[in-house]
């Protein structure tokens, strides 16, 4: 089972004045919102027609982008054969503050595995039961497949080199 460190007793003071958001109906009327220091995109709108207000006020999304690793890919859908270059495990936080529920209006953290593949909606604990998961995955890989595959390597090579069962 997996155990969580404690919570902190204080959170680290967010950069930058306070933001806000604002959405401008034609006729004038306006609904405003925070906009977190750590928000790509300012959702703001002007001259919105107010039929549209609640569909743009369901539309706010805040995220904030981190990168991935680049690997070398095979996928099915290239003709080609070889491999190309994607990110994984790219990540971001993301909030939708006036989503339909049962959709969280609080940040969670999205990760993408690979094109098209992703594990969503990661609270704080969720997030941290991946990365204990991602570790021990490393660990596995360092650990156990890596010296399985050097023995592997090192089995081939020498019937191989012995010419024992007919292989290059």
């Known amino acids: 089972m997996i155990s969580f460190p404690p919570a902190p007793a204080e ?8 933001r806000r958001w604002t959405l401008t109906a034609a006729d004038g009327r306006t609904l405003s919102g925070y906009l977190p220091p750590w928000a790509g995109d300012d959702p703001s709108e002007h001259h919105v027609p107010v039929e549209q207000l609640a569909d743009r006020l369901a539309d706010i999304h ?9 690997v070398a890919v095979y996928t099915a859908a290239d003709p080609s054969g070889r491999p190309s270059e994607q990110q994984i495990l ?6 939708a503050p006036y989503a339909p529920l049962p959709d969280p209006r609080v940040p969670v953290a999205n990760v993408h595995l690979c094109e098209e593949s992703w594990i969503t909606d990661l609270d704080p604990d969720g997030l941290l039961r991946l990365a204990d998961l991602l570790r021990a995955q490393a660990d596995r890989l360092d650990r156990e497949i890596r010296p399985a595959l050097i023995s592997a390597r090192a089995d081939w090579a020498a019937r191989a080199r012995s010419g024992a069962d007919g292989s290059p």
Not at 11 to 18: D, H, K, N, Q, R
Not at 90 to 95: A, G, H, L, P, R
């Open 11 to 18: 959170f680290p003071e967010l950069p930058g004045p306070a």
């Open 62 to 70: 805040h995220s904030a982008r981190f990168p991935g690793q680049a």
């Open 90 to 95: 790219s990540c971001t936080i993301d909030c």
